[in-house]
């Protein structure tokens, strides 16, 4: 089995693997030029009425593996919908339109909507998981070449005040 793409670590959720090197090829590269779509949930502090499509430029120093907004950085893109909202923090489906390094967590923090848990941008405490999970993947499959998806529901933590919710999802 061969891995094609990554979540940050302190991330849960679906991932893909190929079981040929053709395979592996062909989905990396679909991954690569964002023909992949990819759905995460996650929990943002603060009240989210709307959705929102943000746009930012990311850039990653390299050094701290810190990333931040800069007009130097690389585009990125995603839209946030509101699904439920509970006790000053909001559940969100996330849609990536472009994937970067620790996008969904920078771009919230960058409008004062931090993720629960979020110890690197968010002041999450020590030992708290974050609430950003990889819900849906969709895929072209590799021979096929039809649209495959993959899902899977977060437990536990910030999400757990959500269960409802999320079993409608799905």
């Not at 990819?38 to 850039?59: F, H, N, Q, S, W």
């Not at 509970?86 to 919230?108: E, S």
Request: charged share 20%.
């Amino acid at each position: 089995l061969g891995l094609v793409h990554r979540l940050d670590r302190p991330v849960g959720g679906t991932m893909v693997f190929a079981r040929t090197s053709k395979a592996a090829s062909r989905l990396s590269e679909a991954f690569r030029t964002h023909a992949v779509q990819k759905t995460y949930l996650c929990v943002a502090r603060g009240a989210i009425a709307a959705p929102m499509e943000l746009t930012d430029y990311l850039l990653k120093d390299e050094r701290t593996g810190m990333v931040r907004v800069s007009p130097e950085g690389k585009l990125a893109r995603l839209v946030s919908e509101p699904i439920a909202q509970k006790g000053g923090f909001t559940l969100l489906r996330v849609r990536l339109l472009t994937g970067r390094p620790h996008q969904i967590r920078v771009q919230h923090a960058s409008r004062n909507l931090p993720l629960w848990g979020d110890n690197r941008y968010g002041h999450g405490k020590p030992g708290q998981p974050i609430a950003l999970f990889a819900w849906r993947l969709q895929v072209t499959h590799p021979t096929r070449k039809e649209p495959v998806v993959f899902c899977a529901l977060p437990s536990g933590g910030a999400f757990e005040a959500y269960r409802p919710v999320l079993e409608e999802l799905t």
